[in-house]
Structures are given as structure tokens and as C-alpha cells.
């Protein structure tokens, strides 16, 4: 912990699904931090004590703001800190390439307030290259200081799993690969006060590639059964069998299952910083990440295509046919709908005449096109007035066997349902 009592041992900059949780750990070890956010709803309300983030309750952001937390849209608390840890989204840009503006920014902002000794770690998911090329050039020319020597610059990669009971900031392993070994060492020692484990990578470009390692190994799986889940129905074999069959080896195979489509952002999103940068860079295709996305983004039209076989087979067409959605988030049982396969599986079905309605438990509010969705109350009386259900996120507080007696045909597209009207993915 630093000395001096005006002195911030942390500021986390962008205060969400992983600055927050990022901002708990270190306020449970002790350390004094403060978040700096640009969004005031997030700023008062967590300030009042409100989480908006599914991993955290109110009780959770109470004592934070017992250890002295705070969050502030006055970023001149960066010149008071010890370390700068940058959370803030990257989305994809239209070409499809990594938006980075976020990052910039917020890099500018920590450059008019950095001060010689400073720790800054960029943790926001990106292409390699990024904290040396972008990063460090913004810092030292606005400053005059020099990464490496007057200040420290790392990368960190982001792990946070939302909603994952058992792994959480401070026993899931941290990465850090820093511009000098001495910068490792600093942001090494600097996470080692919160987080059980942390793995020192040779530099920044090798820590930023282990996360696009890491995402495009389960993009690229995900896609492997995806395409093998179109050619089993052809061929007649239960994909979800054989995969409960292969996965009793104890060694060489790791079980990935088929869906609807990815969501969120790893999955969807950071591997195509990959190919665009690998594009950019060698003027080569990623053959596996672009084959694996073109893979995963034709399962809505496949499922559409599936459940349009199944009215058929009732003697029913998808125009006008009214079809209940379960499940409209990117996974179970958390609220977040970024990237979620439920919007081009209903705009697809809506294509098609379908009228569109929904079930989730934990989304009260879906639009897709901007426009609100219907949406079912009462699961069971949902089921009783749809021609056909689609499980598209089993959340866990929904019984399936409640779903399975109740759908008059069900299209199941996590393999968890059995019954007579229930056809697997
Ligand atoms: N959430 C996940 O599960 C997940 C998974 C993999 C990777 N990531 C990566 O983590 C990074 C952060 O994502 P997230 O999910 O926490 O995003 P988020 O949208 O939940 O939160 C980001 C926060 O940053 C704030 N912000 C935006 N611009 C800012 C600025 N200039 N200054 C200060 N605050 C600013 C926003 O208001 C928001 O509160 C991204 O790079 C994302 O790719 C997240």
C-alpha cells in the first residue's frame, strides 16, 4: 500500500463487467481505490451503494465503499495513484476491425495526469501489438517520460467469466506481460496482492496473444461441432451422444458442444482482431478463426431453417406460426445480452412471417431492430400458446421437463431436453 494519505493505490478505469470485479479484489486486499468511469448513472450508483453488474451485489458494492472505494468521473486522481488498470469495452469497428477509440482515449486521459513511478496496465481484450505501438507512443510523447524507465506499461488480459461460480478475479491465474522485464516484475508484484496466481508472459505482445489464444481455441472448437452438428442430423447420428461417448477419454479431448450461435465477446468478437490484424499485417487470411466465424454466425439461419422443418412436419408453416423463445442472453442464468444469438435467430424467424415472442426470467425488456418483443410472463402458459419453443438459454432456474410436457414441439439447442415433442440440435 502506498504512503500518504491523500495517495490512491488503484485506479480502475471503466467500471464494468471486469474493472469492477477487478476493483473488489483489490478493495478486499486492502488496497485504497478508486474507479473513474464517464457514465454518471454508473458513477451515482455505485457511489449509492447500486451494482449494475451481474457478479456483484449491493451488498458486495457496500463494502467496497467501506474499504474507502469511490467512483469519480474526475480523472486528475490518476496523478495520485500508484497504478492505472484500463477496463473500457473494445467493440468492433464497421470495417470489422478492433475499435480501439475507448482505449485511446482513456489513454490520453492517464497521459494529462501521469506522474514519474506510475504502474499503467491496458487489461481491455486486443490485438498484439496494441500497448506497444498505441499505447506507450500516446503516453511518452504527451509526457516526456519514457515506458520502462521513468514509468511502468503492461498488459494484463482480462479473464473475468460472468457468472462462473468457482472462478472468479482472485483464483483464476493472471497474465502480465510487461514492455521491459522490470515492468513484468512491477505488474507481477502489483497483482500478487490480490490474485493467487499470476504467470509472467516475456512481453506485451506475447500476454496479449495468450487472450486471443485462449478465445479463438473455443471459437474455433465451437465451430468444429457446430458444422459437425449440421452433418449428424443429415446423417442420422446423436451428435450430443457422441460427444458424451468422446468425452470419456480421460486425456487428448476437451468436450465443446454445438448452439444456437456464440455471444458475448470472446467468442464473437476478439478472434476477428486476430485475422483482421493477421489480414493487416501479412495480407493472409486466418483460415480456422474466418472459417470458424462464418461457421458459428449460420446457426441462426440453421436453427430457423430446423424449426421450420418441424412445423412443416405438423402440417404448419412458419408464416404466422407464433414461436416462443427461451432464453434470449449470450449464457445461462446472467441478464447480459451482448452478441447473443436469440436477436439474428429472431429476426430470421420474423423473416419468415414468424410472430416472435420470448421467455427469460432474468431480461424484462428485449428489443430486437429496436423493436420490444413480446414477452411471455408465465412460462407454462407462453408454451401452451406457442406452435413451437426454441431453447435457446437453458438458465437453470427453468425445469425443462416443466418446458418439455408443456411446448407442443420443441427445438432444443443445448442438448438438455428429452421428450416426445423434442427435437435435439
Ligand atoms: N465482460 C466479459 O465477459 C469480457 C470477456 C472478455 C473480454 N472482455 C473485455 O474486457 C474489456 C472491458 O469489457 P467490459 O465487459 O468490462 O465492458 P463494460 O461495457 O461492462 O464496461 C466498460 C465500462 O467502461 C466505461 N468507459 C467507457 N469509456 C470510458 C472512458 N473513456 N473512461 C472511463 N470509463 C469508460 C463504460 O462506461 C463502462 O462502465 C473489453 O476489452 C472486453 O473486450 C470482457
Redesign the pocket.
Known sequence: MSNGADRIDLVV????????PLAQEACRSGLRVTG????PR?IDGLNAGRS??DDLTDLDIAAMLATGFSATSDASVIARADAVIV?????LGADGGPDLT??L??IR?IAEHLTPGTLVVL????YPGTTDEQVRPILEEATSLIAGKDFSLAFS??????GNPVYGMKNTPKVVGGHTPECTTKAATFYRQFVDTVVEAKGTREAEMA?LLE?TYRQVNIGLVNEMAKFCHELGIDLWDVIEAAKSKPFGFQAFYPGPGVG???IP??PMYLSYQVRARLGAPSQFIELAQATNNSMPAYVTHRAQDMLNTAAKPMNGSTVLILGVTYKPDIA?Q?ESPAEPLAQQLASLGAKVSYFDPHVTNWHVDGVATTRADDLVSGLKNCDIAILVQNHSTMDLDVVAKNAPLLLDTRGKAEGPTVERL
Not at 487489461?123 to 486486443?126: F, I, V
Request: net charge negative.
Open positions: 478505469i471503466g467500471l464494468g463487467y471486469v474493472g469492477l473513474l468511469d464517464v457514465v454508473v449494475h453488474v477496463c473500457v469495452p473494445t467493440p475507448l482505449v482515449t482513456s486521459t487489461e481491455s481484450t486486443t488480459p482480462e479473464r473475468i467469466d460472468p487472450k478465445n458475448g465477446h470472446c468478437i476478439d447480459d451482448r
